[in-house]
């Protein structure tokens, strides 16, 4: 085999020619070697290490302080709870006992106000404290406040006589004048009464006492004041329905919605940390008075909390420790891999300079060296084969490099036809969309035209050199109907799809001098070269608009003509039905009866008929104001309250209590057309003691009013025509119902002359829900 240093592979550089010796050659850019990437390996490996495992401790112990912490202040919590439920069953025991007491149920007036006196004195909670007999005047009161005065109208004389013995606190109010006020704040009391009797057990008044509410403040400061050195630790007494009855001056009186306090309605007692209306987080203890012995409670809550990074303040000091012992252990580690690391690498270095010499052409062999490691053997020696493998089949890769490049000639020749025969597909395209009657215009995902053929040209009188690269909607759409564009062409964009597509739309457009005019469009996504376009097809319809126009005059003079004298007609058969014409013979006034009825049915049709007339000759009349939309459903459902109960179907209202003051601007009677309309639709095809249901809801920022029926469901072949005209699902059904088939599209006109829209759910068997969705006021 060929050793020589010119058998060397054809990709491997060649030795230094005479210009690019050591003293000439451009120097290189130093780089890290396999001794510093296993330091830095090592280094990086053991504060990784360490700095897991300090985590792992400081989540631990900072876990356990913290919860200590919370512990700690739900105990507190419990306390307060505890000592207020101990105190006011004290007071509640003291008062119940007063009031057994005979020399309190006799005596004069002097007497017992002499005793109530001295028990004042001798509780120095007591504000105030009296009896009352049954009528409710205060026959006698501690230094005689109020004696004389009419209480039976005060909740704590009421609730005695009832069983209820506890008032929760309430500020002063017959005595907010004869007492001074607490420091600068109303006196609050929380009252406690009984009934007392003669001996006989008869009723002979109340004996009320109110307790001063500075006992609350006291049993406060017994618990919270030895934990001064921790930082500030609030207590509050939260009353039943939420509102602050003790705690900071900013709260006092506020009703508040916390988790703590649902939650201590659930488990009695606990802590968490929350966010307060002052928006600071706080960590909460919590618990939940439920009274003591006979004391029934009254339902307070106890929060005692603390600022959380106060409360919290010794577990930082313990992360920031911890983190400090981690960054000296990551260092020492570190000094460790780096000199490990390079104990490793020396053989491997031996081998790294064996190597360059191969590379400068000399024809050697690697060589490990003495105190190298197996591994190290045993690369040299795989490297050493490889070496040779590789000058072995330089010569194979000269003649492999030969047929390559004839394959690659011959490949490049395939691809150049084919792109021929793409380029003259898309020449067909061109050619058949230029050709084209319909006007036709490409569009790119930003709205951007891309095509715009000869018809588009003669429809808008834009050149296509004049609009390509112009937004679509600044060209050809009237400014009232851009921002609707650009939404629908965003959505295409985030979504990749849209109902709108590959449907018959009717659209009106504006041409070059900004005359509108109606069009029928078709739009489908298509994809190029460059991405995804919208391809739009336009046909101009101004001529079936005006041959529609001249319909819609004819019908609408034709009707005119037809309702004078159906008129007379109906109102000559109802006088007839009615008798004024003398009883008829039973077969006339069935055939009597038959006219009737479709007499009205042509008048409905007639009407029916002139309101889609109006509608589209834009000459209806809309007086819309904002307006609750509950009255507007009631108005319907009386309405047609006869009418269903000849059909044998209960009515039903169905609205939700945030629902009952929703508005909108709204014409009252055409919307009651509108739900009059569904209504009849509804019990015409709900059977005998079905039920037809009118619903009024909020939805999706709006309001909706759906109407619920019981019937057999629209079939689903019929389904996409229920809002044309004269549309019927069959015409047995049509003739045992009755309508005209008009209703339903009439309904839907004068909701989109609201701004909303009309839309339906069905299932056959089950029911069918038409819903109408309005913007609110």
Not at 343 to 348: D, E, G, K, V
Not at 420 to 435: D, K, L, T
Request: glycine fraction near 10%; hydrophobic fraction near 45%.
């Amino acid at each position: 085999m060929d050793r020589s240093p010119n058998s060397l592979p054809a990709h491997q550089p060649q030795a230094p020619a005479a210009d690019a010796l050591p003293g000439n050659a451009p120097r290189r850019r130093a780089r890290l070697g396999l001794g510093s990437w296993l330091a830095l390996a090592f280094s990086l490996l053991s504060i990784v290490i360490t700095v897991l495992m300090v985590e792992v401790v400081d989540v631990a112990s900072t876990g356990q302080v913290e919860t200590s912490i919370g512990q700690g202040l739900r105990d507190l919590a419990q306390q307060t709870a505890d000592k207020l439920d101990r105190g006011m069953y004290e007071r509640y025991r003291e008062v119940k006992l007063l009031a057994q007491r005979r020399d309190l149920a006799g005596g004069t007036p002097e007497q017992r106000r002499a005793v109530l006196d001295t028990i004042q004195q001798s509780y120095g909670y007591y504000d105030w404290i009296g009896m009352a007999g049954v009528d409710g005047r205060v026959q006698a009161a501690g230094r005689g406040l109020l004696e004389g005065a009419d209480v039976s109208q005060r909740p704590w004389f009421r609730n005695a006589l009832k069983g209820i013995h506890v008032g929760d606190v309430h500020e002063a109010v017959l005595l907010a004048k004869l007492l001074p006020r607490d420091g600068g704040e109303p006196r609050r009391f929380v009252d406690v009464a009984f009934p007392y009797a003669d001996a006989d057990g008869r009723t002979l008044g109340v004996l009320g006492v109110h307790l001063s509410w500075g006992w609350a403040r006291s049993v406060e400061r017994s618990v919270i004041a030895p934990l001064a050195t921790r930082g500030k630790v609030e207590a509050l007494i939260v009353g039943a329905d939420g509102s602050v009855l003790l705690g900071p001056a900013a709260l006092q009186g506020r009703k508040l919605d916390l988790p703590s306090l649902r939650a201590a309605e659930r488990q009695d007692a606990g802590y968490l940390v929350e966010r307060w209306p002052d928006g600071a987080s706080y960590l909460v203890g919590f618990s939940h008075s439920s009274g003591f012995d006979a004391y029934p409670g009254l339902g307070w809550t106890v929060l005692v909390r603390q600022a959380e990074a106060d409360a919290y303040a010794p577990a930082q000091a313990l992360r920031q420790r911890a983190l400090l012992s981690g960054v000296g252990l990551a260092l020492v580690f570190s000094l460790v891999g780096v000199l490990l690391a390079r104990t490793i690498t020396r053989p491997l270095g031996r081998l790294v300079r064996e190597a360059e010499r191969i590379r400068g052409g000399e024809n050697v062999w690697l060589a490990s060296g003495a105190g190298s490691y197996v591994e190290v053997e045993t690369l040299s020696a795989t490297l050493n084969a490889l070496l040779t493998d590789l000058r072995q089949r330089r010569h194979e890769l000269k003649g492999v490099n030969a047929t390559l490049e004839a394959r690659v000639e011959a490949r490049t020749r395939e691809l150049e036809r084919a792109l021929a025969a793409v380029q003259a597909s898309e020449q067909r395209v061109a050619a058949i969309v230029e050709a084209a009657q319909d006007a036709f215009v490409g569009v790119d995902m930003r709205g951007l035209v891309t095509d715009w053929n000869s018809a588009a040209e003669r429809m808008f009188g834009w050149k296509r050199s004049e609009v390509l690269g112009w937004p679509m909607p600044e060209l050809i759409v009237p400014e009232r109907f851009r921002p609707s564009t650009w939404r629908a062409i965003e959505v295409v964009r985030s979504m990749g799809h849209s109902p709108l597509l590959e449907r018959r739309l009717e659209r009106i457009v504006i041409n070059r001098q900004g005359v509108e005019f109606p069009i029928e469009m078709t739009a489908g996504l298509a994809s190029g070269s460059e991405g995804s376009f919208f391809a739009v097809f336009l046909h101009d319809i101004s001529e079936r608009r005006k041959v529609d126009r001249l319909k819609s005059e004819f019908v609408a003079t034709v009707s005119h003509e037809l309702r004078t004298p159906l008129t007379s007609i109906r109102a000559s058969l109802s006088m007839l039905a009615d008798g004024i014409a003398g009883e008829l013979p039973p077969d006339i006034a069935g055939l009597v009866e038959i006219a009737h009825q479709s007499c009205e049915r042509l008048v409905r049709l007639v009407n029916d008929v002139l309101d889609i007339q109006k509608i589209e000759a834009g000459s209806m009349q809309f007086e819309r104001h904002p307006q609750p939309l509950l009255p507007v459903a009631e108005h319907a459902l009386e309405g047609m309250q006869a009418y269903a109960e000849q059909m044998g179907v209960k009515l039903r209202l169905d609205c939700e209590e945030e629902a009952r003051s929703l508005s909108a601007a709204i014409d009252h009677d055409r919307l009651v057309q509108v739900l009059t309309n569904l209504l009849s639709n509804a019990i015409k095809f709900s059977p005998r003691g079905a039920t037809v249901t009118l619903a009024l809801c909020a939805h999706a920022g709006g309001a909706r009013l759906s109407v619920r029926d019981e019937g057999g469901g629209i079939p689903e072949a019929f389904q996409p025509r229920v809002f044309q005209r004269f549309a019927q699902a069959d015409g047995a059904d049509t003739r045992q119902k009755g309508g005209t088939g008009l209703g339903l599209s009439i309904s839907r006109s004068l909701v989109e002359e609201h701004g909303g829209q009309i839309s339906f759910e069905t299932a056959q068997g089950v029911g069918t829900t038409f819903r109408v969705d309005l913007p609110l006021a």
